[in-house]
């Protein structure tokens, strides 16, 4: 892990926590890209409503207007343009497999391809006149929407427009060739020029979304890595999916917004994020394969702190219960074994995560290894070991942080001396959970959940499951939920041999692990199980 932390790029010497990524880019940001990539299916529609339009003016309007036959060929031509597009709005819905920029030189084309139609069409309708007539095309409407619609440089979309408009005068001079009567060389440019006219006009759309995007990524640039996509927001913040510029790995950056923790002015602010900053060294310090990797940390010009972490592959504890039911003893023991070792190294150097809940602890596939544990989040992690430094992040204010359905007495009474025993209550909620998929206490409000942690005694979880349940587990998890923290495990490396200790537990493998993902979490059992971070299930849980 140390060396994780020499190799990324530092940016704390600038006040901003800002870098630019490079020389500059004439590339649309992928993210925006994507989001307007989804309106060639409009652009598409617009078309085919117009090629409609065209097909009813030729069969009803015309005959009873100018007692016009209908023309076969028009008819013929105006199908085929709403064929085509009803296939590229599937195209666009339906083929996710193609990249974004095969969707974009497909647009293109389609564009084109309408320019040609709209040009045949005209050849065919326009007669030859010796007088100039202002007459817009159609092509011109395509133009024009194409350039609004889909994302392109300036140069591709001036270099398509120029095209398209030139198929009018390309199809009078193929028809001229071929022997056919078409309109005069004056009326012909001044067909043609309204077409050159919009093709110029439809790069402005392009430099305005150019330098939208430059924007763009300049704001998610953060520190050595490139925000890709949110994965999920929360009560402190958000999670996103990060790329880093130089190495080819994804991250979890998490985006924390100080204001939250009752920052009210900007000497409060200093304050809570140089807490931050101490709290996250000492996070980075920790080095339980258990415990989220911290990479890298810092604050943004907008005086955001934002913690950089490892991408994981799986669930948190909290989604599997929902969507799978309680787990049986054994399982549950062989995952809360992992938790305490990462709490137990953390209890040694005297900090509390002190949010110790079911969405903070992951469960997922590290290389070979099935149902490995990440314990997550120690945004609220607290010392015992500095003096002065008795109001942490957890007591600003004096204000009480956590989750009420797993925040043990003391830290409900706001007791100054909240240590480890606290996350021992938190873990043996989390226990109770797993094993019977409900909570220690459930009530209508937060503060009645909070009044039964005080005064209420827990029902033991081997009543409240018919899964079986060892004895010696049943009594362990009741001991961590003793309302006297004298009374509980003292630290989790207690509670880890404690549970060592424990007899009937035993019975869960690597082997019956791996036989549970195949069937129930087959996105993370293959070889690209950790290229698919942009499903939800593939990132850090937020809190």
Not at 211 to 222: H, I, N, P, T
Not at 283 to 298: E, K, M, N, R, V
Not at 440 to 449: L, N
């Amino acid at each position: 892990m140390a060396q994780e932390r020499t190799v990324i790029a530092r940016h704390r010497d600038t006040p901003s926590g800002l870098q630019d990524s490079g020389p500059s880019t004439t590339r649309l940001p992928e993210e925006l890209l994507r989001e307007h990539v989804r309106r060639i299916g409009l652009f598409a529609a617009v078309i085919g409503s117009l090629w409609g339009l065209g097909l009813f003016m030729d069969v009803v309007m015309a005959p009873l207007t100018w007692s016009a036959g209908i023309s076969v060929r028009a008819v013929s031509l105006e199908i085929t343009g709403i064929a085509v597009a009803a296939v590229m709005v599937w195209y666009v819905r339906y083929c996710r497999r193609t990249t974004v920029e095969t969707n974009t030189n497909v647009s293109f084309g389609y564009l084109v391809f309408n320019g040609v139609g709209v040009a045949v069409l005209n050849t065919w309708n326009v007669p030859g006149v010796a007088e100039p007539v202002i007459h817009l095309s159609w092509v011109t409407v395509g133009i024009l929407v194409f350039s609004m619609i889909v994302p392109a440089s300036p140069r591709k979309m001036l270099t398509a427009a120029l095209i398209t408009a030139s198929m009018d005068p390309l199809a009078l001079l193929v028809a001229y060739l071929a022997g056919h009567p078409v309109a005069t060389v004056p009326h012909a440019v001044t067909l043609a020029l309204p077409n050159y006219a919009c093709a110029l006009v439809a790069v402005l759309p392009s430099r305005v979304l150019q330098r939208v995007g430059r924007r763009l990524r300049k704001a998610s640039e953060l520190g050595g890595y490139h925000l890709v996509e949110l994965l999920g927001t929360g009560g402190m913040g958000e999670v996103w999916r990060a790329e880093h510029h130089l190495l080819a790995r994804d991250a979890a950056i998490k985006l924390v917004r100080p204001e939250l923790l009752g920052a009210r002015d900007e000497a409060e602010m200093r304050l809570t994020l140089g807490r931050f900053e101490r709290e996250a060294q000492a996070t980075a310090q920790l080095s339980s394969p258990h415990t989220i990797q911290l990479f890298d940390f810092g604050v943004t010009e907008e005086g955001t702190f934002y913690y950089v972490m490892e991408l994981l592959a799986g669930r948190d504890m909290k989604s599997m219960v929902r969507e799978f039911g309680p787990m049986p003893a054994d399982r549950a023991f062989y995952l809360l074994r992992q938790v305490t070792h990462s709490l137990a190294e953390a209890h040694a150097r005297g900090l509390v995560h002190c949010d110790i809940k079911p969405a903070n602890i992951y469960v997922c596939r590290m290389g070979l290894e099935y149902d490995f544990v990440k314990v997550l989040d120690f945004g609220l992690v607290k010392s015992n070991r500095r003096p002065g430094d008795a109001d942490t992040l957890v007591t600003l204010d004096h204000t009480t942080t956590g989750t009420p359905a797993y925040m043990a007495p003391e830290t409900i009474l706001g007791d100054a001396d909240v240590d480890q025993r606290a996350d021992v209550y938190a873990l043996g909620c989390v226990a109770y959970y797993l094993l019977t998929g409900q909570l220690v206490f459930e009530a209508d409000t937060p503060m009645k959940t909070l009044m039964h942690h005080l005064h209420t005694q827990p029902v033991p979880p081997s009543q409240r499951t018919e899964l079986p349940i060892p004895l010696q587990l049943d009594e362990l998890v009741m001991a961590c939920l003793r309302k006297d923290p004298n009374l509980r495990p003292q630290n989790a490396e207690e509670l880890f041999r404690l549970a060592c200790e424990c007899r009937g537990c035993e019975g869960w493998s690597q082997g019956r692990a791996r036989t549970w993902w195949e069937v129930h979490m087959r996105d993370f059992t293959g070889p690209l199980a950790f290229a698919k971070a942009s499903e939800p299930v593939h990132g850090v849980a937020m809190v």
